[in-house]
């Protein structure tokens, strides 16, 4: 149980374009998503937090307007990358967080990444 | 500052070895404390945690880990290691908001290579 999927896993795009990825929480409802972003050889570092039916919260230094993340259902959190361009290049990785539990044990289900190549 | 220092970034050891890979937090809290191994193409999956209790905690495929407070650490523990257990291992620290772990502040990963 508590499997996430990731959609594409392999995405080349050009520059200017605009590229969307999906993250869905297959057997659990992840009332919370998180979006990460791992550059080569480094960790995996948090872009935003987004609730269902609320806006997301992005972390200080990631603009707001370019990466757009969409929380319409329990199931299914969206990340677009907006106007990509070369530096946008990189691992991209969801995660859900079940609905309910003990306060404190709420483990974090990873996707698979998407790998985004902006020419 | 929250953060999370995985000294090594590459280790290699040999297949039926023990292995420890180092994790470090700094925290202002009691932290709760994860280990995930991520292999390519597959997400990140969680060894075991630490919220409370007994500070050596058993996790999976034979992985241990043991909280201490004193050191701030949280290293990770396998007496034999099979060649399956190549892969990136994270150290995390998970920060809390309201009585629920909101966060995740990840080490920048430890390499391990296993020779037959």
């Known amino acids: 149980g508590a499997v996430v999927s990731q959609h594409p896993s392999w995405v080349i795009c050009k520059s200017g374009t605009s590229v969307k990825i999906e993250c869905r929480s297959l057997?659990?409802?992840?009332?919370?998503m998180f979006w990460y972003r791992q550059f080569p050889k480094q960790s995996l570092m948090l872009m935003a937090t987004s609730n269902e039916g609320s806006k997301a919260t992005y972390e200080q230094g990631v603009e707001k307007d370019k990466f757009l993340i969409n929380h319409a259902s329990l199931t299914l959190s969206t990340l677009t990358v907006t106007s990509a361009h070369p530096e946008d290049s990189s691992f991209y990785i969801c995660s859900g967080k079940r609905f309910g539990g003990l306060a404190g044990n709420n483990e974090q289900f990873f996707g698979p990444g998407t790998r985004l190549t902006v020419l | 500052a929250q953060s999370v220092t995985q000294p090594d970034i590459h280790i290699t050891v040999s297949e039926g070895a023990s292995l420890e890979l180092r994790c470090n937090y700094s925290y202002g809290a009691t932290p709760y404390l994860f280990w995930y191994v991520q292999s390519p193409g597959q997400g990140l999956q969680l060894l075991l945690k630490?919220?409370?209790?007994?500070?050596l905690v058993q996790g999976i495929k034979g992985f241990e880990a043991e909280f201490k407070r004193s050191q701030s650490s949280f290293n990770l523990r396998k007496p034999s290691v099979h060649w399956s257990d190549a892969a990136e291992y994270f150290c995390a620290v998970g920060m809390v908001d309201g009585g629920a772990t909101n966060k995740l502040i990840f080490g920048t990963g430890t390499l391990l290579a296993v020779q037959p």
């Open positions: 057997d659990f409802q992840a009332t919370t």
């Open positions: 630490y919220f409370s209790g007994d500070t």
